[in-house]
T-cell receptor, first 112, second 116 residues
Framework: GENVEQHPSTLSVQEGDSAVIKCTYS??????FPWYKQELGKRPQLIID?????GEKKDQRIAVTLNKTAKHFSLHITETQPEDSAVYFC???????????FGKGTMLLVSP | EPEVTQTPSHQVTQMGQEVILRCVPI?????FYWYRQILGQKVEFLVS????????KSEIFDDQFSVERPDGSNFTLKIRSTKLEDSAMYFC??????????????FGSGTRLTVV
């Protein structure tokens, strides 16, 4: 089955800096790669996703890049703000309707 | 914005007791899921449900677990005889809006199950 590795486990940045979180996956059949933000005690919320026919997708301060050959994808957050502090999970699946396999999460801490 | 609704938000139960966790998925979604998250760990897949039957289940989803869609709106997870290690946050999710090409899950706010 699919295995998703996520790094780093913790990331501390100063407000205004950029943050990058990286994930690798094992199953070359995976086509869908969402990123979720989870605040303490709350539900995972989809912040951005990318399908395998696209190499990059951007939404304001957030971008995701995908390298299918190398089987890795990354989340980029620019101009970080304290409210970006949360745990971020990457995931992979065959489609948006299929089982999601999650990474272990990255705790992002943005200091004012 | 449509939401996935879960009840209760917190359930405390004694070991060996049965619990039923309830979910109301988004009305025009076709795929329903249960995931769980042990405190401080990653989200793990339990089961997916489509067209009134289980489409996939994980190793975690053993004979103690069952799911049901008793009517057109509710989707339930039953744990027959709870164990201490079942303590976790259980998330319901739905995806696959009819008539759209939208991918992506919407998660409910979760039920925190504590087995004592």
């Amino acid at each position: 089955g699919e295995n998703v590795e996520q790094h780093p486990s913790t990331l501390s940045v100063q407000e205004g800096d950029s943050a990058v979180i990286k994930c690798t996956y094992s199953d070359s059949a995976s086509n869908y790669f969402p990123w979720y933000k989870q605040e303490l005690g709350k539900r995972p919320q989809l912040i951005i996703d990318i399908r395998s026919n696209v190499g990059e997708k951007k939404d304001q301060r957030i971008a995701v890049t995908l390298n299918k050959t190398a089987k890795h994808f990354s989340l980029h957050i620019t101009e970080t703000q304290p409210e970006d502090s949360a745990v971020y999970f990457c995931a992979a699946s065959y489609s948006g309707y299929s089982t999601l396999t999650f990474g272990k999460g990255t705790m992002l801490l943005v200091s004012p | 914005e449509p939401e996935v609704t879960q009840t209760p938000s917190h359930q405390v139960t004694q070991m060996g007791q049965e619990v039923i966790l309830r979910c109301v998925p988004i009305s025009n979604h076709l795929y329903f899921y249960w995931y769980r998250q042990i405190l401080g760990q990653k989200v793990e897949f339990l089961v997916s449900f489509y067209n009134n039957e289980i489409s996939e289940k994980s190793e975690i989803f053993d004979d103690q677990f069952s799911v049901e869609r008793p009517d057109g709106s509710n989707f339930t997870l039953k744990i027959r005889s709870t164990k201490l290690e079942d303590s976790a946050m259980y998330f319901c999710a739905s995806s696959g809006a009819t008539g759209t090409g939208n991918w992506g899950y919407t998660f409910g706010s979760g039920t925190r199950l504590t087995v004592v």
